[in-house]
């Protein structure tokens, strides 16, 4: 009993019968009664529980028993009218007592029964009438509100009228079905109603999302693939084989296979998607394995991935399968997907070759990180060139190792070692006290540069030990790893955190120039730090102009963009501009994330007043980046006064462009058909998302509903997240003014004979 009911408790619409002691003792009697056989429909599960409640109050009530058609129906009815009344009052899907008792009496009156069976169900009834309870004296309403919504759909579709040549009617099981699927509001009705159809009547169900996908209010929505998702996963077409597959099809496919990928917090599809076995779920993956090889962009195959695991279940032999058959940045991409998706944890011996054989070496450094992020590690850790390039993709600053604490890596020890923002949280000690142990109880061949590795962890560990300070124990493990290594943007991005830690700038000591690699990373930064002062430009300028190097200039760039005062910033402007054209994207990229952290940081620099007028003219790089700095006063205006009328190739301004554009225009303040354009261009030159994730709170009002449609009928020349804003705009355009179903069904006379 205790497993069947906590494989049942998984699944949401279980957990809502499950919620009070009543509830789950009716629940307990039908795993009991139907063990491995309880109903996988939705629909199915609800009846059998409601089948087991009546037989009880039946036990209980003579009425029940004498009578349990006619309650059952009137159940039914009530579910319609207080559920359509919650959409247009404030009732809450409440009745007073005494409008309870008229609406039994007028219902049993219109079905010929006898009416003073209502007198006879309310006698002694104080806090509950049959599924009914009491919870505000004077009203009642339905136990929970799936019940509710259960019986409304067993209402609408029990009572659906039937239209004959010469005689046709509205109120037909198909009305009502369109009817329900354009208000938002019913969509549990809906789900409910749709488990009712049996395997005669399924085509007709896929029939009619087909045509809310070629209405032209609603083809631009994501409303038919919400749909035909949730259909998929409440088991409604677990009869019918053919269905079920057009049905996966629509859920897919849709107005676009991309627009199957969006997954988000406005339009989560993935979340729908998690389809049981039987419903669906191996052609659901087999689909979703061909969407992640044919996507292009990387939010694309970042979307497919999250909606590959959603749907659990995934045959892995497809990613198997696959990966001998590309080489190159491709095959990156694809152990990606093994790392996401779980296959590179399942990769044999035999098959170990396929990360390092297609001589991609510029990768080789991030696939070890991988395999050590999927327990395959070990490999990694005994090869001399894989440890070495791993250890240098690290102190490179990539944090794409993860650390497992029950099958730890020193490799990953060292990875978490290099992450300072979760030294200052101070978890991290304790994180990785026990998982050492267990390293060093194991009796591993280690390949020099990891026996170097070890070493450092242990020394980093003694540091734990003690009771230095978080930003003693930074320094001590920079100085450290530096020894070990020599100098990396990683050892640098951690001391520019450490220093923006400490406040005040300390005195600066003995002379340090940044690009000056015989003085120890934190006596350089502490001297470039003390130079924020007015009178410091021409300091500025000479670190800048002696930077040689890839590195010396991304951490002349980032000292200069955060630590000199307004005036000094100004006089090194120029030269600061010259220096970032030089740096490759993501380069940049890194210099502009590092700046934006540490204006996060307490004393991380002062505040920068910069008007546009005293930067007309500049690099657009050196625009971005400032905005990076202070990007609550400068970001405002950075795509307005420069960024708006960007008409080059150069992808890190694009990058910049098209973030800084998504965000205008999804936020309504600048909808131009030129704003849409540079959108346009600027995705299809980067084939990035936007990477702010701030661009997720806007859910589609700002976006011009002229504008929308265009956007979502070229969903491959735009970034996703606006994809679905403007999907969402659709659906706000498609469900306006529409009438309540309360009003339509009033209008088309649906219950001519059911009244």
């Given at each position: 009993?205790?497993?069947?009911?906590?494989?049942?408790?998984?699944?949401?619409?279980?957990?809502?019968?499950?919620?009070?002691?009543?509830?789950?003792?009716?629940?307990?009697?039908?795993?009991?009664?139907?063990?491995?056989?309880?109903?996988?429909?939705?629909?199915?599960?609800?009846?059998?529980?409601?089948?087991?409640?009546?037989?009880?109050?039946?036990?209980?009530?003579?009425?029940?028993?004498?009578?349990?058609?006619?309650?059952?129906?009137?159940?039914?009815?009530?579910?319609?009218?207080?559920?359509?009344?919650?959409?247009?009052?404030?009732?809450?899907?409440?009745?007073?007592?005494?409008?309870?008792?008229?609406?039994?009496?007028?219902?049993?009156?219109?079905?010929?029964?006898?009416?003073?069976?209502?007198?006879?169900?309310?006698?002694?009834?104080?806090?509950?009438?049959?599924?009914?309870?009491?919870?505000?004296?004077?009203?009642?309403?339905?136990?929970?509100?799936?019940?509710?919504?259960?019986?409304?759909?067993?209402?609408?579709?029990?009572?659906?009228?039937?239209?004959?040549?010469?005689?046709?009617?509205?109120?037909?099981?198909?009305?009502?079905?369109?009817?329900?699927?354009?208000?938002?509001?019913?969509?549990?009705?809906?789900?409910?109603?749709?488990?009712?159809?049996?395997?005669?009547?399924?085509?007709?169900?896929?029939?009619?999302?087909?045509?809310?996908?070629?209405?032209?209010?609603?083809?631009?929505?994501?409303?038919?693939?919400?749909?035909?998702?949730?259909?998929?996963?409440?088991?409604?077409?677990?009869?019918?084989?053919?269905?079920?597959?057009?049905?996966?099809?629509?859920?897919?496919?849709?107005?676009?296979?991309?627009?199957?990928?969006?997954?988000?917090?406005?339009?989560?599809?993935?979340?729908?998607?998690?389809?049981?076995?039987?419903?669906?779920?191996?052609?659901?993956?087999?689909?979703?394995?061909?969407?992640?090889?044919?996507?292009?962009?990387?939010?694309?195959?970042?979307?497919?991935?999250?909606?590959?695991?959603?749907?659990?279940?995934?045959?892995?032999?497809?990613?198997?399968?696959?990966?001998?058959?590309?080489?190159?940045?491709?095959?990156?991409?694809?152990?990606?997907?093994?790392?996401?998706?779980?296959?590179?944890?399942?990769?044999?011996?035999?098959?170990?070759?396929?990360?390092?054989?297609?001589?991609?070496?510029?990768?080789?450094?991030?696939?070890?990180?991988?395999?050590?992020?999927?327990?395959?590690?070990?490999?990694?850790?005994?090869?001399?060139?894989?440890?070495?390039?791993?250890?240098?993709?690290?102190?490179?600053g990539d944090s794409g190792c993860g650390f497992d604490e029950e099958n730890p890596s020193w490799l990953g020890a060292l990875a978490m070692i290099m992450r300072p923002y979760r030294l200052f949280e101070g978890d991290l000690p304790f994180e990785l006290a026990e998982p050492i142990d267990t390293l060093l109880a194991r009796d591993s061949a280690l390949s020099p540069t990891m026996e170097d590795v070890r070493s450092v962890v242990l020394d980093v560990r003694r540091l734990y030990e003690s009771d230095?300070?978080?930003?003693?124990?930074?320094?001590?493990?920079?100085?450290?790893?530096?020894?070990?290594?020599?100098?990396?943007?990683?050892?640098?991005?951690?001391?520019?955190?450490?220093?923006?830690?400490?406040?005040?700038?300390?005195?600066?000591?003995?002379?340090?120039?940044?690009?000056?690699?015989?003085?120890?990373?934190?006596?350089?930064?502490?001297?470039?730090?003390?130079?924020?002062?007015?009178?410091?430009?021409?300091?500025?300028?000479?670190?800048?102009?002696?930077?040689?190097?890839?590195?010396?200039?991304?951490?002349?760039?980032?000292?200069?963009?955060?630590?000199?005062?307004?005036?000094?910033?100004?006089?090194?402007?120029?030269?600061?501009?010259?220096?970032?054209?030089?740096?490759?994207?993501?380069?940049?990229?890194?210099?502009?994330?590092?700046?934006?952290?540490?204006?996060?940081?307490?004393?991380?620099?002062?505040?920068?007043?910069?008007?546009?007028?005293?930067?007309?003219?500049?690099?657009?790089?050196?625009?971005?980046?400032?905005?990076?700095?202070?990007?609550?006063?400068?970001?405002?205006?950075?795509?307005?006064?420069?960024?708006?009328?960007?008409?080059?190739?150069?992808?890190?301004?694009?990058?910049?462009?098209?973030?800084?554009?998504?965000?205008?225009?999804?936020?309504?303040?600048?909808?131009?058909?030129?704003?849409?354009?540079?959108?346009?261009?600027?995705?299809?030159?980067?084939?990035?998302?936007?990477?702010?994730?701030?661009?997720?709170?806007?859910?589609?009002?700002?976006?011009?509903?002229?504008?929308?449609?265009?956007?979502?009928?070229?969903?491959?020349?735009?970034?996703?997240?606006?994809?679905?804003?403007?999907?969402?705009?659709?659906?706000?355009?498609?469900?306006?003014?529409?009438?309540?179903?309360?009003?339509?069904?009033?209008?088309?006379?649906?219950?001519?004979?059911?009244?």
């Open positions: 009993m205790k497993k069947a009911l906590s494989n049942q408790l998984d699944q949401p619409h279980i957990r809502d019968l499950a919620r009070n002691p009543m509830q789950l003792t009716i629940l307990l009697s039908l795993i009991l009664t139907k063990g491995a056989s309880l109903p996988d429909k939705r629909t199915d599960l609800y009846e059998s529980y409601l089948d087991i409640f009546f037989d009880r109050e039946a036990v209980k009530a003579a009425v029940v028993r004498d009578y349990r058609d006619i309650l059952e129906a009137l159940h039914e009815y009530l579910g319609w009218r207080l559920h359509s009344e919650a959409q247009v009052t404030s009732s809450g899907g409440s009745i007073a007592q005494k409008e309870l008792e008229t609406e039994v009496r007028t219902y049993l009156e219109s079905q010929g029964a006898d009416t003073t069976l209502a007198d006879e169900l309310f006698k002694g009834m104080v806090e509950r009438v049959l599924a009914l309870v009491s919870r505000v004296q004077g009203r009642f309403e339905f136990e929970v509100q799936p019940l509710r919504e259960y019986f409304a759909a067993a209402f609408l579709f029990s009572t659906a009228q039937v239209s004959r040549s010469g005689d046709e009617k509205k109120g037909t099981i198909i009305d009502r079905f369109d009817g329900l699927a354009r208000d938002p509001y019913w969509l549990n009705v809906i789900r409910f109603y749709a488990g009712f159809y049996n395997s005669g009547q399924l085509p007709s169900l896929v029939f009619r999302l087909k045509a809310l996908l070629d209405d032209p209010e609603w083809r631009w929505t994501d409303r038919p693939r919400t749909l035909a998702a949730m259909f998929l996963g409440d088991y409604s077409f677990a009869q019918d084989r053919m269905s079920r597959e057009e049905a996966i099809d629509i859920a897919l496919e849709g107005i676009g296979k991309r627009h199957a990928l969006a997954a988000g917090p406005m339009r989560p599809l993935a979340t729908r998607l998690v389809l049981p076995e039987g419903a669906g779920r191996e052609v659901t993956a087999g689909r979703v394995w061909e969407l992640l090889k044919d996507s292009s962009a990387g939010a694309d195959r970042e979307n497919a991935l999250r909606l590959l695991l959603a749907v659990e279940g995934s045959d892995l032999s497809v990613w198997h399968s696959y990966l001998p058959t590309v080489k190159g940045r491709e095959r990156t991409r694809w152990l990606l997907a093994g790392v996401r998706t779980g296959g590179l944890r399942q990769i044999s011996d035999d098959d170990w070759h396929l990360l390092w054989d297609d001589e991609q070496v510029d990768d080789f450094g991030k696939r070890a990180l991988w395999a050590v992020t999927a327990n395959q590690g070990q490999g990694v850790e005994e090869d001399e060139r894989l440890s070495a390039l791993a250890v240098e993709q690290i102190l490179a230095s300070s978080p930003q003693a124990i930074l320094a001590e493990s920079i100085k450290l790893v530096a020894e070990r290594w020599g100098e990396s943007w990683g050892l640098f991005s951690n001391g520019f955190v450490l220093k923006s830690t400490e406040g005040r700038p300390s005195r600066s000591g003995a002379c340090a120039e940044l690009s000056d690699s015989s003085a120890p990373i934190l006596a350089r930064l502490q001297y470039a730090r003390a130079k924020g002062g007015r009178r410091f430009g021409n300091w500025w300028i000479g670190q800048i102009e002696n930077a040689e190097s890839s590195l010396a200039k991304m951490v002349c760039a980032t000292a200069a963009l955060a630590w000199p005062s307004h005036e000094a910033l100004l006089e090194v402007a120029p030269h600061l501009g010259s220096t970032l054209k030089k740096l490759n994207v993501s380069q940049f990229r890194a210099v502009c994330t590092a700046v934006e952290q540490l204006g996060w940081s307490r004393g991380a620099g002062k505040t920068v007043k910069l008007s546009v007028d005293e930067l007309q003219g500049s690099d657009l790089r050196l625009a971005i980046a400032f905005a990076a700095r202070d990007r609550q006063r400068f970001g405002k205006s950075l795509y307005k006064d420069y960024l708006r009328s960007y008409a080059g190739r150069d992808p890190a301004v694009l990058a910049a462009c098209l973030s800084a554009a998504t965000g205008e225009f999804l936020a309504g303040r600048s909808t131009a058909p030129t704003d849409l354009q540079l959108i346009r261009r600027a995705y299809r030159a980067t084939k990035a998302d936007p990477l702010d994730g701030s661009l997720m709170r806007f859910g589609g009002e700002g976006i011009p509903g002229d504008a929308a449609p265009g956007i979502v009928s070229d969903a491959s020349s735009f970034p996703l997240v606006l994809v679905q804003a403007a999907e969402r705009r659709c659906f706000l355009s498609a469900t306006a003014g529409q009438p309540s179903l309360q009003i339509v069904a009033a209008q088309e006379d649906w219950f001519s004979r059911a009244a």
